[in-house]
C-alpha cells in the first residue's frame, strides 16, 4: 500500500466500521463518518460478489444523496463471508457461536463491495480473498466469542487479531474490510483526471 500518497480531498465513509475508519485514515486526512440506514435484508443477488456490490453502493448513494453531502466523495463498502452460505455478522453469542464452528478449520471466501461516488460518476468495484481457519476446540471457540466481540465483524472474527486465522491468500485489507490496493488505484485514477477503472 502507497506509504506516502494522500487522497487530497475530504471524504465522506458510509460506515460505522472502526476498521475500515482505521484503513481510509492511512491515505486521508480528512473524514467524515456517515453510515448508511438501508434495508439490508431487503437486497438480494445471485452472488456474493454481487451482493456485497450491490450493497455498498446504495449505502454510498443513499449518503451521497444528503444535501450536506452533494459534491463530496462519498465511500460505501459491504463484506461478506461465504463458504457454502452466506455470513454477515452475528445477532448474538449463539449466532456467533454457530457460525465460528462452521467455519472451524476451512477455508472460505471473504467479498468486499466498494462505492465511491464522485461529483462526476461513480465507481463500483470489488475484491476476493481466502482464508483457513485453524482448528479449535469448543472452548477455544467459546473464549474467543467471550473476549473478542463478535458482533460488527462478518463471520465473527477479525483477522488481524491473528487468533483464529491460520493462512490467507489475497488481500489482507479486504478481510478486514476495505481493499486499500483497489481503492487506491480508483481514487489515484479519477483524481488524475483518467478513466481507467480497475475491477
Known sequence: MAKTWKFCDGI?????????????????????????DIDESAVTATSPRALVRELSRRKALAVAAREENRGRVVIG????????????????????????????GRTHFVFTGVTVVFPSKTVTFSARSVVTFRDMSEDEIAHYADTHHPYDKAGGYAVQEGVVVRAYRGSLTNIVG??????????????????????
Open 178 to 199: 476495505l481493499p486499500m490496493e483497489k481503492l487506491i488505484k480508483v481514487l489515484k485514477e479519477v483524481q488524475n483526471g483518467t478513466d481507467r477503472i480497475v475491477d
Open 77 to 104: 463498502a459491504d463484506t461478506v463471508v461465504y463458504l457454502d452460505k452466506l455470513y454477515g455478522k452475528p445477532r448474538d453469542r449463539a449466532d456467533a457461536l454457530r457460525m465460528l464452528g462452521e467455519l472451524n
Open 12 to 36: 465522506v465513509l458510509a460506515s460505522a466500521s472502526p476498521r475500515r475508519l482505521e484503513l481510509l485514515s492511512r491515505i486521508c486526512d480528512d473524514i467524515d463518518i456517515e453510515p448508511a
